[in-house]
C-alpha cells in the first residue's frame, strides 16, 4: 500500500518509495509496477500524476483526481510558483554552507543548453574514520537541503555531480567507489535523495497546500551511521 500524505476531492499525495517507476516509460519497459497504477488501484479512482520524480527517488509525488484541473497545477511547476523542498546525503562538505547553484544543463532531449537554478543549504556534517578514496585516512559527509527553481532532468543529481559533491548512492551521475563503499560497510544501495517537501496553491480553494514526506528506512539508517541520529529536521 503506497502511503497517502493529503488528499481531498480533488487531489492525492503520496511519499513515493525509492525504486518504483511513476508511470511506463520506454527506458524501462521491462517493469510492470508503477506508482500511478497501484494508486489507481489502491483507491479505486482514476488520477494523473501532476510531476515526476526520478525512479530512485523518494518522497512526495502528487495527483491529480480531476482532468480539469490538471493544467492549473502544471502551470505552478512551470511558473515555478511551487516550492519544492528535497534532502540529499553527499560527499564531501561544501566550503560554502549556503549558496546557489547557478549552472545551465543540457537537455537530455533536444541537446540544448538550458539554464538551472538549486539553492543549497547544509544541515549537518560527519567526518568517518574511513578511506574510501585510497588518499585520506578519513572521509567527510554532508546532509543538504536542496530547492531547485528550475525543474531540469535530474537537476539536484546533476548540480550537485558539477560541483563533485555526489550524491550517495547515485549511479548514473554519481561516485562508483562511494556506492561501493556505503554498500560493502553499511548495505545502502539506493539514492540517498528524497522530496521532503511541496508547497503549492489549491487550484480549487486557492489556499497554500503544504505535504511533508517522511524520510524512508535507507535514508534514516544512513543518518544514523553517519552520526546524525540526534538531528531534528525543520517540518
Known sequence: MLEILFEDEYLIAINKPSGLLVHRTSIAAEETVFALQMLRDQIGQHVSPVHRLDRPTSGVLLFSKKEEILPLLKEQFADRSVQKTYLAIVRGIPAIKSDLIDHPLTSERSNKLQEAQTHYKVLAESEIPFDTTGRYPTSRYSLLELKPETGRTHQIR??????????????????????????????????????????????????????????????????????????????
Not at 191 to 197: E, F, I, N, S, T
Open 158 to 235: 546533476r548540480h550537485l555531480a558539477h560541483l563533485r559533491h555526489y550524491i550517495l548512492g547515485d549511479k548514473k551521475h554519481g561516485d562508483n567507489k562511494q556506492n561501493q563503499f556505503f554498500e560493502k560497510q553499511f548495505g545502502m544501495e539506493n539514492l540517498l535523495l528524497h522530496a521532503r517537501k511541496l508547497e503549492f496553491r489549491h487550484p480549487v480553494s486557492n489556499e497554500t497546500i503544504s505535504v511533508l514526506a517522511q524520510l524512508p528506512s535507507h535514508f534514516q539508517k544512513t543518518i544514523t551511521d553517519l552520526g546524525w541520529s540526534e538531528l531534528q529536521l525543520k517540518e
